[in-house]
């Protein structure tokens, strides 16, 4: 299967300026549009009874990359380097903001799914760049015992600046849209939910067509995105399942688990292919090989949409029980 899945890690697709433009003020309207429900009161009422929105923000931040880098050892004998970085990307990325509409959907606890979209979102260019340069470099370190993999080598500081201007701005000027003003932030609020989708799907079929159009062969095609879809589906089930069972195990209410659950397993996927397709932060001179993990962050993309839709229907058949 490693062989297999090497044919995607020797691919370099690459988006031309003006694809990459329009990725770029996609994923700005999308952040802002996020930002447009994110409230400073919403931060008072967290501080309030705090341990719900702790605990889902540690499973977003520390659970959900140490459970991809299991994963991702315990599939090391069949998965390449670049497929594994792949994952660990995914889980290091803040939650995607359709998980606020699935939370509702879902009977779930909607105050907290906002909380933690908006604090994941909020401190992203922190985080991001530190799990994945933590978490990858964990990798590195412990798969190299067989020499099997080159030394990680990530712009930290390159990184940090790019998500700082791809989500700090379109954030900022999202709340203070919805400060300065809050009537017409709520004529847009469902609109820019149901736009947020399309342009986020759209901004997910523009690069993942870049990526297969690099395949070349109809069976290797084939091959390579059945191989990675199912290492897609295996990786989200093991978010979504962190985020149900972390808030089991701290005992958290039946719409609090709800929520956690589809706000861990939903990833802002849309920013790891921005981040992938920005040579300032991913030099192809150094990383020359990384078609395996343009692959599972754009598969990522499309099937946790489907899976969050999943569960949160089977929560909203389901009574909430504390």
């Not at 909607?110 to 604090?119: C, D, G, K, P, Y």
């Not at 760049?129 to 933590?134: D, H, Y």
């Amino acid at each position: 299967m490693k062989e297999r899945l090497s044919i995607l890690d020797t691919l370099n697709p690459d988006l031309g300026s003006t694809e990459m433009t329009l990725v770029n003020v996609i994923l700005a309207l999308v952040m802002f549009g996020v930002a447009l429900g994110i409230k400073l009161e919403t931060f008072k009422d967290v501080f309030r009874k705090p341990k719900s929105v702790i605990v889902g923000v540690l499973m977003q931040w520390v659970a959900l990359p140490a459970v991809t880098l299991c994963v991702a050892l315990a599939l090391n004998a069949w998965i390449t380097p670049m497929i594994a970085l792949g994952m660990i990307l995914v889980a290091s990325c803040p939650g995607g903001n359709i998980s606020n509409f699935m939370s509702s959907y879902a009977k779930g606890n909607i105050e907290l799914s906002v909380s933690m979209t908006a604090i994941t979102t909020a401190f992203a260019p922190i985080i991001t760049p530190i799990n994945f340069w933590l978490f990858g470099t964990l990798y590195c370190d412990i798969t190299s015992l067989n020499n099997e993999i080159p030394t990680l080598v990530i712009p930290y500081n390159d990184m940090f600046e790019q998500i700082l201007l791809l989500l700090g701005i379109p954030i900022v000027a999202g709340m203070l849209f919805a400060h300065y003003f809050p009537h017409a932030t709520k004529r847009l609020m469902k609109p820019s939910q149901i736009l947020s989708i399309i342009l986020f799907m759209g901004m997910v079929v523009i690069s993942f067509t870049k990526v297969v159009t690099a395949l070349d062969g109809a069976e290797r095609i084939v091959v390579a995105l059945l191989i990675t879809f199912a290492i897609v589906v295996i990786h989200n089930l093991c978010a979504l399942s962190t985020g149900y069972f972390g808030a089991k195990l701290f005992r958290l209410p039946n719409a609090d688990r709800r929520s956690m659950t589809i706000e861990v397993g939903i990833q802002n996927s849309g920013l790891g292919l921005i981040l992938l397709f920005n040579e300032n932060i991913f030099d192809p001179a150094i990383w020359d090989n990384n078609g395996g993990m343009l692959f599972i962050t754009a598969l990522w993309g499309v099937w946790h949409i489907v899976s969050g839709l999943s569960v949160a229907t089977l929560f909203r058949r389901s009574k909430i029980a504390q």
